[in-house]
Every structure is written in structure tokens, then in C-alpha cells.
């Protein structure tokens, strides 16, 4: 199914960014920089982020130490990052 319209993303290319990726991606931003393309419209965002928690399953809010999903970013990053998103999907 196409999630992206702007960048023809489908939900499989979305599962493969996160299952491929060496960081820890959380938000929508960062499968966009996995799969060498931006934000558009930012319709979308909503459901990537959904794809991802499903894509993490239990990893998705907290991960274990050693598990490979482990996310090291600052916390004022992620802050930022979901504040971008929520007012592009607004």
C-alpha cells in the first residue's frame, strides 16, 4: 500500500528502512533519510510512525540494553523531531 504519495513510499519500503537500518529509527524523519528523500506534504507522517511501532513491535517504546533497536539520540532531538512532524501533519 502507498503511505507517501509525494515519494511513492510504500509500507513495505517503510518496514525494510527500519528492519535495514544500523540507528534506531523512531520517527518519520528519519525513514525519509533512509530512503534518500523529504518530507513533502507531511500527510503521511502519522502512518509511518505507525508503521515503525508495529515494525518495532515490543521495542517500540523501550528497548532492552544489547537489543539492536537501542536509541542513543539526545532526548531534545527527538522533542524536536516529533514537534516538526505534529505541526506538518496538522
Same mark, same amino acid.
Not at 39 to 44: D, Q, S, T, Y
Not at 48 to 75: N, Q, R, V
Given at each position: 500500500? $502507498?503511505v507517501c504519495s *509525494?515519494? #511513492?513510499l =510504500? +509500507?513495505d +519500503?517503510?518496514r525494510?528502512a #527500519?528492519? !535495514? =537500518?544500523d +540507528?534506531? #529509527?523512531?520517527?518519520?524523519?528519519? #525513514?525519509?533519510? %533512509?530512503l534518500?528523500?523529504?518530507? !513533502?506534504c507531511? /500527510? %503521511?507522517? /502519522?502512518?509511518?510512525?505507525?508503521? $515503525? +511501532? !508495529?515494525?518495532?513491535?515490543? %521495542?517500540?517504546?523501550? %528497548?532492552c540494553?544489547?537489543c539492536?533497536?537501542?536509541y &542513543?539520540?539526545?532526548?531534545?532531538d527527538? &522533542?524536536? !523531531?516529533?514537534?516538526?512532524?505534529?505541526?506538518?501533519? *496538522?
Amino acid at each position: 500500500m $502507498i503511505v507517501c504519495s *509525494c515519494n #511513492v513510499l =510504500s +509500507d513495505d +519500503d517503510i518496514r525494510a528502512a #527500519v528492519a !535495514e =537500518s544500523d +540507528d534506531a #529509527v523512531r520517527h518519520a524523519k528519519q #525513514v525519509y533519510g %533512509c530512503l534518500g528523500c523529504n518530507a !513533502e506534504c507531511g /500527510r %503521511c507522517a /502519522r502512518s509511518i510512525k505507525t508503521i $515503525i +511501532d !508495529e515494525a518495532l513491535g515490543p %521495542c517500540a517504546k523501550k %528497548c532492552c540494553a544489547g537489543c539492536p533497536h537501542t536509541y &542513543t539520540g539526545a532526548a531534545n532531538d527527538e &522533542t524536536a !523531531e516529533l514537534a516538526e512532524f505534529a505541526l506538518a501533519a *496538522c
